[in-house]
């Protein structure tokens, strides 16, 4: 069975700082997709970025990009120049790759509740 | 049209009462995913349907009955609930061709039961 662990269940950060995000993972397939969720107070789940696990270069989307360490089983997040909204909670999640049975659904990481302070 | 859109937004209901949640999608997707999420904690998946078929069903107790009529609609018919049972429901959908699909989620239906 997969796990995902969140280990930082807060943080805060500064307007226009970096961040870091981490999460690890336990799996013993080798084709899987992992996801950076977030979901800001009383508003709706957005995906933040996705990586495949058969690339190895890690995903970026503007101020969001990811460090991933396949062997290591690690896939952090780091936000760049930190704004007032980005506070909420970031949700990792790990799907299978549908040729290995997988119906799609994610297993979610028990979430870090991020704050920026201006 | 990329939403998922969920009806009510609030609910409150009895113990004896039925009601129903309803979630829509005009993008394609033909899987739909109901999960149920407590405060401050990560959704927890409750059922999928894929091409309007139950596939998984996560041992959720009776009283939560799924429905998928056509491939854009998705309702969770409630009945005889416990205060438990508050929490917020998440809909969610994905496509399911191509390589990588993420879910999109619905703003949810926030369930108190009384």
């Known amino acids: 069975a997969q796990t995902v662990t969140q280990s930082q269940p807060e943080m805060s950060v500064q307007e226009a700082e970096t961040v870091t995000l981490s999460c690890t993972y336990d799996t013993s397939e080798n084709n899987y997709y992992l996801f950076w969720y977030k979901q800001p107070p009383s508003r709706q789940m957005i995906l933040v970025i996705r990586?495949?696990?058969?690339?190895?270069q890690n995903a970026t989307e503007n101020r969001f990009s990811v460090n991933f360490q396949k062997a290591a089983k690690s896939f952090s997040l780091k936000i760049s120049d930190s704004q007032l909204g980005d506070t909420a909670m970031y949700f990792c999640a790990f799907m299978k790759h549908k040729y290995g049975g997988s119906q799609g659904n994610l297993i979610f990481g028990k979430g870090t509740k991020l704050s920026v302070k201006p | 049209d990329t939403e998922v859109t969920q009806t009510p937004k609030h609910l409150v209901m009895g113990m004896t009462n039925k009601k129903s949640l309803k979630c829509e999608q005009h993008?394609?997707?033909?899987?739909m995913y109901w999960y149920k999420q407590k405060a401050k904690k990560p959704p927890e998946l409750m059922f999928v349907?894929?091409?309007?078929?139950?596939?998984i069903n996560e041992s959720v107790p009776s009283r939560f009955s799924p429905e998928c009529p056509n491939s854009s609609l998705l309702n969770l018919h409630l009945h005889a609930l416990q205060p438990e049972d508050s929490a917020l429901y998440l809909c969610?959908?994905?496509?399911?061709?191509?390589?990588?699909?993420?879910?999109?989620f619905g703003p949810g239906t926030r369930l108190t039961v009384l």
């Open positions: 993008m394609g997707h033909r899987a």
């Open positions: 349907y894929s091409y309007e078929k139950l596939s």
């Open positions: 990586q495949e696990a058969y690339k190895q």
């Open positions: 969610a959908s994905r496509s399911l061709s191509g390589r990588c699909n993420e879910q999109f």
